[in-house]
């Protein structure tokens, strides 16, 4: 039987409320709402942790962050937990990551055979935060509310170099593919680091929004003594005395994201028009690794579970799976087991020790009852927080703060604390009981501590001396690229043409 080429297309912080159904039909998306059409949609989909390193290595191993070990923006993705790319390279097929997935340590390819670009952020321990110093804000790294005020036009920043880059050398590699001179199934990464702030864009996409009725908020800042626990220290990590947000900098923010996701939807049409020249077929899947909360409550960023951080847009167009909408919660763990079942690789070897469910049985109609399950314990926080969406109901709980429950269904905006009503006293009880057999949230507080300590003296020795980042190093071989002596140019000519000429 062959198997099935693969091409994930991967976004960073888009907010999946913005895709109910595939992109909300006031976004330009033209190439993103055509690949909805022929997806299975899943429109309740959830990060497995709202921080991009976190997030990623749960999304290619299946693993939470409590079990890989991948707290924060900071913490080792270890060469020894598999993910998608390593199952799938080991069942025959060619690997490829052109873009961002932010491994942090040594390993620089975990599982992909090909890595096309260097990665926009740092890989050491640089970024790590320290529970032992609880208010603490690093401020040469951690977010502040300077990408809401300085929200613009630009015809070029450093992520659109990034992404342009990205784009190009995707391009550059599916053409090489359709060459026809590997005769394996290949599994091709995409990942961009759009629509993540800062919030700029080319005036070509911010012109799309000039009329758009979304620009500001549905839920405006409840200011910060009304905000829950968490939700302040992330506004004090976010150093938000320092700013003077006014309603023109929300509008121009949210106006530049929405700009930068049209300017995403341009960068996957080519790479889909790629495809469709060079009559290459895939199972083509698109994910975001968190949200963006976009001014929503007065928050910005991610970090949280409200929906807007923690709700991710997942389609997978297969040609195994139904077009459709799913409603049932699933999360971004699941997409490694549902590669291996749609590309007919067997993971039972270390079924044992992952989260995630395939999600080919839902898609084709087959009921799933397990909870949805998230964690955080990054910037912003000083012991993990952990969540369970579980049917209409997300129940959240962190040690330092008291519990929330929150009807999703009622209450979309999650503007209704309902964890302390007694009519809600039986859902409690079940929720806590669910959490209780997955988490020892005593335990995770003292491994993330662990963790951090040891990443602070490793990453302030390593900057003594002599210093040899981890940073990858995009490989080229000069030698074997266009026309060289020990190449014969009639061959060189033929084969590098695609379609081969008489």
Same mark, same amino acid.
């Given at each position: 039987m062959t198997k099935p080429n693969i091409?994930?297309? %991967?976004?960073?912080?888009?907010?999946?409320?913005?895709?109910?159904?595939?992109?909300?039909?006031?976004?330009?998306?033209?190439?993103?709402?055509?690949?909805?059409?022929?997806?299975?949609?899943?429109?309740?989909?959830?990060?497995?942790?709202? =921080?991009?390193?976190?997030?990623?290595?749960?999304f290619m191993s299946g693993q939470l962050p409590s079990r890989t070990g991948v707290y924060d923006n900071a913490a080792e993705f270890r060469s020894d937990i598999p993910t998608y790319a390593h199952h799938l390279r080991r069942a025959g097929y060619y690997t490829c990551l052109s873009g961002k997935m932010h491994f942090v340590g040594p390993d620089q390819l975990h599982g992909f055979e090909d890595r096309l670009t260097t990665d926009i952020y740092p890989a050491d321990f640089g970024w790590t935060p320290d529970y032992r110093k609880p208010g603490e804000r690093i401020d040469w790294w951690y977010h502040n509310m300077g990408s809401v005020t300085g929200a613009g036009v630009a015809e070029i920043s450093n992520q659109m170099e990034y992404d342009d880059e990205v784009a190009y050398n995707a391009k550059a590699k599916l053409y090489d593919l359709a060459r026809g001179k590997d005769d394996r199934p290949w599994c091709v990464t995409v990942s961009f680091t759009h629509p993540h702030d800062p919030y700029v864009a080319r005036r070509k996409y911010w012109d799309l929004y000039e009329d758009c009725e979304h620009l500001e908020p549905e839920i405006a800042d409840l200011?910060?003594?009304?905000?829950?626990?968490?939700?302040?220290?992330?506004?004090?990590?976010?150093?938000?005395?320092?700013?003077?947000?006014? &309603?023109?900098?929300?509008?121009?923010s949210r106006r530049a994201y929405f700009a930068n996701i049209s300017y995403l939807d341009d960068k996957i049409g080519e790479i889909m028009e790629v495809l469709d020249s060079t009559r290459q077929e895939a199972i083509i899947l698109f994910v975001s690794d968190h949200g963006d909360m976009l001014g929503e409550r007065g928050l910005w960023f991610k970090m949280t579970f409200f929906e807007g951080s923690s709700r991710v847009p997942l389609m997978i167009s297969a040609p195994d799976l139904p077009a459709g909408r799913i409603d049932t919660p699933v999360s971004t763990i699941d997409v490694t087991p549902t590669l291996g079942a749609l590309a007919g690789v067997d993971m039972g070897e270390i079924a044992?020790? &992952?989260?995630?469910?395939?999600?080919?049985?839902?898609?084709?109609?087959?009921?799933?009852?397990?909870?949805?399950? %998230? #964690?955080?314990?990054? #910037?912003?926080?000083?012991?993990?927080?952990?969540?369970?969406?579980?049917?209409?109901?997300?129940?959240?709980?962190?040690? =330092?703060?008291?519990?929330?429950?929150?009807? =999703?269904?009622?209450?979309?905006?999650? =503007? #209704?604390?309902?964890?302390?009503?007694?009519?809600?006293?039986? &859902?409690?009880?079940?929720?806590?009981?669910?959490?209780?057999?997955?988490?020892?949230?005593?335990?995770?507080?003292?491994?993330?501590?662990?963790?951090?300590?040891?990443?602070?003296?490793?990453?302030?020795?390593?900057?003594?001396?002599?210093?040899?980042?981890?940073?990858?190093?995009?490989?080229?071989?000069?030698?074997?690229?266009?026309m060289r002596n020990h190449m014969d140019l009639n061959d060189v000519e033929e084969s590098q043409r695609f379609p081969r000429g008489e």
């Open positions: 091409l994930i297309l %991967m976004v960073d912080q888009l907010n999946g409320t913005l895709f109910p159904d595939g992109p909300a039909d006031w976004l330009h998306a033209p190439n993103l709402k055509k690949l909805a059409a022929k997806s299975t949609r899943f429109a309740n989909t959830y990060t497995a942790s709202p =921080l991009c390193a976190p997030g990623r290595a749960s200011g910060y003594d009304n905000q829950d626990s968490h939700s302040k220290r992330i506004f004090d990590a976010n150093d938000w005395r320092s700013f003077d947000i006014t &309603t023109e900098d929300i509008r121009k044992p020790w &992952t989260d995630g469910e395939n999600l080919v049985p839902l898609a084709k109609g087959v009921e799933r009852t397990a909870p949805v399950a %998230m #964690e955080y314990a990054a #910037e912003a926080s000083y012991a993990p927080l952990v969540s369970l969406r579980y049917g209409k109901w997300k129940y959240n709980r962190c040690a =330092l703060d008291p519990d929330q429950l929150f009807d =999703l269904e009622a209450d979309p905006h999650e =503007l #209704e604390n309902l964890a302390d009503l007694p009519e809600h006293a039986g &859902t409690i009880q079940t929720l806590r009981a669910k959490s209780d057999m997955r988490w020892d949230l005593a335990r995770f507080d003292a491994e993330v501590r662990a963790s951090q300590a040891c990443r602070w003296v490793v990453y302030e020795s390593l900057r003594q001396g002599g210093y040899y980042p981890w940073d990858y190093q995009p490989l080229q071989k000069a030698s074997e690229r266009y």
